[in-house]
């Protein structure tokens, strides 16, 4: 037996509240400061020597004081920071993420629901959250939805609720029920979590056709409905076709409708890939160019990007709720639903994807949305995109810069250019030129090859941007590209 006098009483929670209260505030106090002045500071510094071998340490086997380990954070991690809270931060698309949003993660992170079962409040915001990206995207009321960590995993889950619906899959027999190969179709444009879903789902990257594109990096039409026929006619099951809405190297918008068309003759899957894309439907700029979006039967978009909120979180919508849900529903007996009490509630939200344990993510969002309205969320969407093409003007008029792609949306590819240059030499001159941009900490633009040529790709999902970091970016761009020469 044991002996009760024995037993540890100890838990993890501070001995001295007032201690942990006092250090809390001075984090926050910290924080707010940081986001205040991140303007003034470098946009990335190179990690040092010494902070790597910091971070070998051995498993700690006893605790420390939650000062010095505050000390260690302000020593080793924030001050080499990726700085995609930075206005200069361009590399990617990379979210911004807002005083409000690191609360909601704050709050949620106390309150630390598993949101993903039972009758408690984060389900219900979970919901409305949701809901609220169904009205963005103008998807009916009764479509279905999730937030997940992403857009590949959003994608991925989209494409998983396509296989399952349109072959006529097993979900007991799986790949090998199948009596004709699933196909489904993108461009080359096409961001790599689609090649690695179609691993995912069974069909592999062979699986998976891959278009050639337009000079403007749209999904070429022709060819896309030529291997479609070729494809049925030599007894492959063509099901699901991708449409970039934004790709992530040029921001190019395929034709939607006309895809919307095949997809219909086809008899196949509409899904749209609108990670940062989609949520340009809310201008009044892109709204026309958008609304197949509408129609699709799943999109997939992020609000870490283009609606700036903290990492992580992504949504996935389909159009068809029961196609969603008979995908994923699972009910052991350890998660079965009652009529009242905790594990009554909302239709658990495991029965719409794959995790099972789910943060409380859409706090943030939730807070977020409620802090700015949608309507100033608009209007900073609009404002990157002006950036967008104030930056391209920029490009145009001084003739040691050259576009390398037609802008759209929020992303501009460009290069420095000089008459006495072969296309490998320059290749390595704008190489040396971003890494000295980002070595530097002017600013972080990231890169991409077009058309063979080396691009310094600018893409702006970030907020904070205001018109004199583009002229900053161009006058440095210009002068470390004369210096290099
Ligand atoms: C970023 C991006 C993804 C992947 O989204 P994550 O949130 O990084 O997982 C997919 N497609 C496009 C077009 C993207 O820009």
């Known amino acids: 037996m044991i002996n009760r006098r024995q037993m540890i009483e100890e838990t993890l929670d501070p001995k001295d509240w007032e201690e942990m209260r006092a250090i809390g505030h001075l984090m926050m106090d910290d924080m707010i400061d940081y986001l205040k002045d991140i303007k003034d500071k470098p946009v990335w510094k190179p990690i040092p020597e010494e902070t790597k071998t910091f971070f070998k340490e051995d498993l700690p086997e006893y605790g420390m004081n939650a ?102 899959f097993s979900r007991k027999e799986g790949m090998q029920g199948l009596a004709l190969k699933p196909v489904m179709y993108c461009s080359t444009e096409t961001h790599s979590c689609i090649a690695k879903a179609s691993e995912v789902i069974g069909i592999g990257t062979e699986g998976l056709r891959k278009i050639s594109v337009n000079a403007d990096y749209t999904i070429n039409l022709e060819s896309l409905e030529q291997t479609i026929r070729d494809d049925i006619s030599k007894g492959y099951n063509p099901f699901c076709l991708v449409g970039n809405a934004g790709t992530v190297n040029t921001g190019a918008i395929d034709d939607l409708k006309a895809l919307k068309l095949l997809c219909k003759k086809y008899d196949l899957w509409f899904h749209i890939d609108g990670a940062f894309g989609a949520l340009a439907k809310l201008t009044d700029q892109y709204k026309e160019k958008l609304k197949p979006i509408e129609e699709a039967d799943s999109v997939a978009f ?51 994807g794959i995790e099972l344990s789910r943060g409380f993510k859409a706090l943030k969002v939730w807070m ?8 100033k969320y608009t209007e900073q969407i609009e404002k990157n995109i002006q950036q967008a093409e104030y930056l391209t003007d920029l490009v145009n008029q001084n003739n040691t810069l050259e576009l390398l792609a037609p802008t759209s949306l929020n992303i501009v590819c460009f290069r420095f250019i000089s008459s006495h240059k072969t296309k490998e030499e ?59 020469l």
């Open 67 to 168: 000062n010095e380990i505050y000390t260690q954070f302000k020593t080793h991690i924030l001050p080499y920071n990726k700085g995609n809270i930075h206005p200069r931060f361009w590399a990617w698309v990379q979210g911004t993420g807002t005083p409000m949003g690191v609360f909601g993660d704050f709050l949620a992170s106390a309150m630390n629901p598993n949101v993903t079962i039972g009758e408690q409040s984060a389900m219900y915001v979970d919901q409305e959250v949701v809901n609220w990206c169904k009205q963005m995207m103008h998807f009916p009321e009764s479509a279905s939805g999730i937030l997940l960590s992403g857009g590949s995993m959003a994608n991925t889950t989209a494409l998983i609720v396509a296989r399952n619906h349109m072959i006529a």
């Open 302 to 352: 992020d609000l870490h990007k283009w609606m700036y909120m903290p990492y992580e979180v992504g949504c996935v919508l389909i159009r068809n709720k029961e196609a969603h849900r008979n995908a994923f529903s699972f009910t052991p007996n350890y998660l079965m639903f009652h009529d009242q009490g905790l594990a009554s509630g909302p239709d658990s939200l495991n029965n719409f």
């Open 368 to 375: 977020s949305i409620k802090e700015q309205g949608i309507k």
């Open 426 to 484: 320059l290749n390595q001159l704008n190489k040396d030129i971003v890494m000295k941009l980002q070595v530097s900490g002017i600013a972080s633009p990231s890169s991409t090859i077009l058309g063979g040529n080396y691009a310094i790709r600018v893409a702006i999902t970030n907020h904070r941007s205001i018109t004199s970091d583009f002229d900053l970016l161009i006058n440095e761009t210009i002068k470390l590209g004369h210096s290099l």
